[in-house]
């Protein structure tokens, strides 16, 4: 059965256009929480079951070097293994970690948010200057969540997109406001660039800030570069 859409003309457009974008907005919102629970689980599971288990073999490779009758090759065969353990209980924490930082969950934002910058400038070679107050940055799971999102798909931009040399993350709270700001001091960004069909960061970003009733601009620094600016209402 064909469905029936009923369409009202409220000031020259329909009342279903309106109800259809809200509704995408709510849709949006909500596959952002949902996706975020699932890495949070799977980070979980990688972290505390994979990882472990990979440790508990190193002990057992442990044991067995304590054997001293082993043949040479053999040792050489255990040492190659227990190489292999490491690198891979290395990359399972990597990969946890990018999934869903710990920090978020146990020791808060400011510290998700001091690891997210140290690991950027390793990563990339481009200095990341990180200001902060810990006791400003106790928040509740959704803003924590958001906050940290936010930042990574700012830093994510400047390694892909911005040549820069420098970025700085600012966050504090003002006026029952948590404020963020990312600025770089590469190309700057073209208005051109925000309206591209197929990226998907930046307007990410605004739906996680609009979602919090929060404001966000994004355009040229001053001198050189790109600067965001977010304000999101912190509840209570
Ligand atoms: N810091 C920056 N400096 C210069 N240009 C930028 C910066 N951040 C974004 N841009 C430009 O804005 C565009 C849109 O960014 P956006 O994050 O939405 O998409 P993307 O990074 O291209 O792809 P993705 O969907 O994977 O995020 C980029 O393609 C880039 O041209
Ligand atoms: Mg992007």
Redesign the pocket.
């Known amino acids: 059965m064909p469905n029936t859409v009923h369409q009202f003309r409220v000031g020259g457009r329909r009342a279903s256009d309106e109800v259809s974008h809200a509704q995408l907005r709510q849709l949006s919102a909500a596959l952002q929480t949902i996706r975020e629970h699932e890495r949070t689980h799977i980070a979980r599971e990688l972290h505390d079951d994979t990882a472990q288990l990979l440790t508990l073999l190193r002990m057992d490779l442990a044991l067995l070097m304590q054997n001293k009758s082993l043949a040479p090759d053999a040792i050489d065969l255990i040492e190659g293994m227990d190489k292999n353990l490491m690198g891979a209980i290395t990359s399972v924490r990597r990969i946890a970690r990018n999934l869903r930082p710990r920090a978020l969950d146990e020791g808060g934002l400011y510290y998700a948010l001091r690891a997210l910058c140290t690991e950027f400038s390793e990563r990339n070679g481009i200095r990341c200057g990180f200001f902060a107050d810990e006791e400003e940055l106790q928040l509740d799971d959704a803003l924590s969540t958001a906050a940290y999102r936010i930042v990574q798909?700012?830093l994510?931009?400047?390694a892909?997109?911005?040549?820069?040399t420098e970025?700085s993350v600012s966050v504090g709270r003002s006026n029952h406001h948590l404020l963020i700001g990312?600025a770089?001091n590469?190309?700057?960004?073209?208005p051109v660039?925000?309206e591209?069909p197929?990226?998907?960061?930046?307007?990410?970003?605004r739906e996680r800030v609009w979602a919090l009733e929060g404001d966000i601009s994004?355009g040229r620094n001053e001198e050189s570069?790109?600067r965001?600016d977010i304000s999101l209402p912190v509840p209570g």
């Not at 197929?198 to 970003?205: H, K, Q």
């Open positions: 798909e700012g994510t931009n400047v892909r997109h911005a040549k820069a970025v990312i770089d590469g190309k700057g960004i073209d660039d925000m591209k197929e990226s998907l960061g930046l307007v990410g970003m994004i570069g790109t965001i």
